[in-house]
């Protein structure tokens, strides 16, 4: 009789519940030898992980957006007999950082660390008792930077009422921030059965302190020196207790040793048996990763889906914005100069060759679609589901807006007529407006944490529906085919305008100190 295959339950989210693009790697491994995986939310009702071999945490990384309710999750698997890694007293214990302090007690070096009052009162006079000109707060139970905060001395105040108002996640913690977070960044060490196999130095972007690449970081694969390897080691120590006492640790985490930076999702997520080392200061205080620095802390490497780290980047969008206004008014130089442009004439008439009965529905509909009778209940349903879109509802207006504007002025300097009649047809009015809707729903796809297949899916629709206005159009006797490309480059512009004027927001609340407003975070 043939053994069934073994079956492993990857643990996801409902925001991210897709296996991740670096497990996907572990996934074929396992798959290679035999072993079934799937993914399975956490926060998913209809997404049961009974009848897997083993439950593996992975990224589950909403957990700090309801804690309570993860915890109780832990306990239904531990009901109904799971096998889970790791085991759910060690995720207990390091779901909250209070843990940094049982660390500190069995001898590990973490950086200087005080649990704040409820209120957070207390901050001035703990930034003044420590003689610390600057500090990081950040929630008990965060994730991946979420709500960590730059303090400086003069803004205590201002930041223990903001805990108290709620503004910053409570109850809260505050450490000392090293300057070297930002100019040199700080190492990670990954070990395999207790030997480190491989290094990562990561680091802020410029101006920032968060190495996490949603926030513009990067991490460089490079050789740790010894010292750091070594301490390594010493870091995976407090495991082999607690693993006796708990069971086999598949991510093994000693403290994060991150005084500036915020802290990874604790649930053990990450590469097996992941340690981050970073140097100790002349008190003897864990400082920021250095190549030759004498260090001594341990975290998990990252593993966030790089492809939304790297849509939200401000550069990106700047990019996006300017090449495409770019290569607009160059567009409209050439149409104003030379009238209907080579390929016009060809490419027109190929299209309008096309006939068939479900074109005339595909044209009426997608004409609609791009006016503003089909644009409106569209940015309603966008409202109605993402929390950024209603928070900064003026923004994506104003971009919309700002299309229509340029897209009228334009067609004034420009001069050129449509294929039929006397109008001014450059650019596509319709495609430009299609145009920025879809990009700043990309952009908000990406804000509020869509998975990357949704937001491939998405994007592949969208761009479909811009081409089905687009071909409309010149159906329509409306527009040349070079109308439709200005159309598109001008959308483009004004939509990635708005995410680039967001998105820039975000990163400089987070350098400043202040909680960036975005999303359900």
């Not at 965060?142 to 109850?171: F, N």
């Not at 997520?269 to 003897?284: F, N, P």
Request: charged share 20%; with cysteine; proline share 7%.
């Amino acid at each position: 009789m043939t053994r069934p295959a073994p079956r492993v339950a990857f643990v996801t989210c409902r925001t991210w519940p897709d296996v991740s693009e670096s497990d996907a790697l572990v996934a074929g491994g396992l798959a290679r030898r035999g072993v079934e995986v799937a993914a399975r939310a956490w926060n998913d009702p209809g997404a049961a992980v009974a009848g897997f071999d083993a439950v593996v945490l992975r990224s589950c990384w909403d957990y700090h957006q309801a804690p309570e309710a993860f915890l109780a999750w832990l306990d239904g698997l531990a009901a109904h007999g799971a096998r889970l890694w790791n085991p759910a007293p060690v995720v207990r214990w390091n779901l909250d950082k209070r843990y940094l302090l049982d660390l500190a007690r069995a001898g590990v070096g973490v950086p200087d660390t005080v649990l704040l009052e409820r209120d957070g009162g207390d901050l001035p006079a703990v930034m003044d008792a420590r003689g610390w000109t600057r500090a990081v707060v950040k929630p008990l139970v965060a994730a991946s930077a979420h709500g960590a905060t730059l303090v400086e001395r003069a803004e205590a105040s201002a930041v223990a009422r903001a805990l108290a108002a709620g503004e910053i996640q409570g109850p809260a913690m505050a450490q000392p921030f090293v300057e070297e977070i930002r100019t040199r960044g700080e190492w990670s060490v990954v070990a395999v059965e207790g030997v480190p196999t491989h290094a990562v130095l990561k680091q802020p972007a410029a101006g920032d302190f968060r190495v996490q690449p949603r926030l513009g970081g990067r991490a460089v694969a490079g050789e740790a020196p010894p010292a750091v390897t070594a301490a390594a080691r010493r870091a995976l120590a407090p495991h082999g207790a607690r693993a006796d006492r708990a069971g086999a640790l598949l991510h093994p985490r000693a403290g994060r040793g991150r005084p500036a930076g915020g802290g990874h999702p604790a649930p053990p997520r990450r590469r097996v048996r992941g340690v981050s080392t970073r140097r100790r200061d002349a008190s003897g205080r864990m400082g920021a990763g250095e190549p030759t620095g004498r260090t001594l802390a341990a975290t998990p490497m990252p593993n966030e889906p790089a492809g939304h780290d790297a849509i939200l980047a401000p550069s990106r969008w700047r990019l996006l914005c300017l090449g495409s206004l770019a290569l607009f008014a160059a567009l409209a130089v050439a149409a104003h100069a030379g009238g209907v442009l080579v390929g016009d004439h060809e490419l027109r008439r190929g299209l309008l060759g096309v006939t068939h009965t479900l074109v005339d529905e595909v044209v009426i509909l997608a004409n609609f679609a791009g006016s503003w009778k089909g644009l409106l209940p569209g940015f309603v349903v966008v409202f109605a589901l993402s929390p950024v879109a209603r928070r900064h509802w003026w923004l994506w207006v104003a971009a919309l807006g700002a299309g229509g504007l340029g897209e009228h002025g334009v067609k004034w300097l420009v001069g050129r007529a449509r294929p039929v009649g006397e109008s001014l047809g450059f650019p596509s009015g319709h495609v430009t407006a299609i145009t920025a809707f879809a990009v700043i729903v990309i952009y908000l796809a990406s804000r509020e944490g869509v998975s990357g297949r949704r937001r491939l899916a998405l994007l592949g629709g969208l761009a479909v529906l811009v081409m089905l206005v687009g071909l409309a159009r010149i159906f329509l006797n409306a527009h040349w085919p070079s109308d439709l490309l200005g159309g598109l480059l001008l959308g483009a512009g004004c939509g990635a305008a708005a995410a680039w004027w967001h998105s820039a927001q975000v990163a400089r609340a987070g350098r400043a100190g202040r909680p960036a407003a975005e999303g359900a975070g």
